[in-house]
C-alpha cells in the first residue's frame, strides 16, 4: 500500500513559527514532525510515500535528501553515529513529491495524489500529527481494511466542546473498537454533533474517493473537505471507524506541540531522568 502525506497547509495556528517554515519541520525533541510520520509509514511496511507539498515546503524535500557535503565531513570525522543518522533519514523509503498550487483544503491535498495512487487502497496520513501506539496506527488501519475492504479511518473520543474543530461521525458499534459509519459531518456545532467520536486524520482510503472530491463542494472554510468528500463515497460504499490505543498529538496547535516535546522527551532514554528532575524542580519552585 502507498501512503500520501499532505503537507501543503499554511498552518495559520502556528504563526508565527510557520511564516517561513514549514510547521512539518517543526522539531518535537529532535527530529522533524514529519520524520514520526515517515517513520510510521515505514513501522506499518509502507515504502511508497508521497508528500504533497507546496510553496515554502522546500526544507521538507530537502531534509529527506541525500547529504553528500554533510556525510562527507561526518565520515572525516569519523562520527559514525551521527552519519549513520542523517543516512537512515535519507534511505528510509522512497519518498515522491507532488506540489499543491493552491490551498483549498485537505480534500484538494488529497486529489493531488491521484496519479501517483492509480486505482489501489492508499493510505493518508497528515503531515502535522504524530501518533504513538505500541501497533503502530496506520498498520491497525491496513489490518482493519483486510477485514472489512472498506476505506476505514482512525477516530477518537473527543470532548464535547471540541467536536467544532473536527470531522465528527455517526455510528454503530460493531466490534470493540469498530464503528460502522453512518454519517460524517465536518466542525458541527456542538448542538449538531451526532457524537463525540472525532476523526483524527489517518486514514486508508479506496481510490474512489478521488471521483467522490471531484464532486465536493467548498465547505467548512471555503475549503474543499476529504469529510465532505467521504460523506458521498458513504452514498456507494461502507466506511468504518478505528478507535485505537494509542496517544496522537496535533503538531499544528501550540499547546499539543508542547506536549509532545514533554511526553516524547521523558520516554527518551537519555533525557527521561534529568527531565524528570528538571520538571519536578520547577514545579516546586
Ligand atoms: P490543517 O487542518 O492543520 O490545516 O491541515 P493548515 O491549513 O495546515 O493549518 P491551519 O489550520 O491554518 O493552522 C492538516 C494537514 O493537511 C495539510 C496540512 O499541511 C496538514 O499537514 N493540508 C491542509 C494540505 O496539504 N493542504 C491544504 O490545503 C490544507
Not at 278 to 283: F, G, H, T
Request: aromatic share 6%; charged share 30%; hydrophobic share 40%.
Amino acid at each position: 500500500m502507498k501512503a500520501v502525506i499532505p503537507a501543503a497547509g499554511l498552518g495559520t495556528r502556528f504563526i508565527p513559527a510557520s511564516k517561513a517554515q514549514p510547521k512539518e519541520m517543526l522539531p518535537v525533541v529532535d527530529k522533524p514532525v514529519i520524520q514520526y510520520v515517515i517513520e510510521e509509514a515505514v513501522a506499518a511496511g509502507i515504502n511508497d510515500i508521497l508528500i504533497i507539498t507546496g510553496r515554502g515546503k522546500r526544507s521538507i524535500e530537502d531534509h529527506f535528501d541525500k547529504a553528500i557535503e554533510l556525510e562527507q565531513l561526518l565520515r572525516n570525522e569519523n562520527k559514525d553515529d551521527q552519519l549513520k543518522e542523517v543516512q537512515k533519514i535519507s534511505n528510509m523509503a522512497d519518498i515522491h513529491f507532488v506540489r499543491q498550487k493552491e490551498q483549498k483544503g485537505l480534500g484538494h491535498a488529497i486529489y493531488c495524489a491521484r496519479k501517483h495512487v492509480g486505482n489501489e487502497p492508499f493510505a493518508v496520513m497528515l503531515g502535522d500529527t504524530i501518533n504513538i501506539a505500541d501497533v503502530p496506527l496506520t498498520k491497525q488501519l491496513m489490518n482493519a481494511y483486510e477485514k472489512y475492504q472498506c476505506s476505514i479511518i482512525a477516530i477518537e473520543k473527543v470532548p464535547r466542546e471540541k467536536v467544532v474543530n473536527y470531522g465528527i461521525i455517526d455510528g454503530e458499534k460493531i466490534e470493540d473498537n469498530i464503528y460502522k459509519i453512518n454519517n460524517l459531518v465536518e466542525k458541527p456545532s456542538v448542538e449538531e454533533a451526532p457524537s463525540t467520536l472525532g476523526i483524527t486524520g489517518t486514514y486508508v482510503l479506496t481510490p474512489e474517493i478521488f471521483k467522490c472530491i471531484e464532486r465536493t463542494k467548498p465547505g467548512v472554510s471555503g475549503e474543499i473537505q476529504l469529510t465532505d468528500a467521504m460523506k458521498i463515497l458513504l452514498e456507494e460504499q461502507s466506511i468504518y471507524g478505528l478507535t485505537f490505543e494509542g496517544k496522537r498529538y496535533d503538531i499544528g496547535n501550540k499547546l499539543d506541540w508542547f506536549k509532545a516535546n514533554i511526553e516524547l522527551t521523558l520516554k527518551r532514554e537519555e533525557f527521561a531522568e534529568p527531565m524528570k528532575a528538571y520538571l519536578k524542580r520547577l514545579l516546586n519552585d
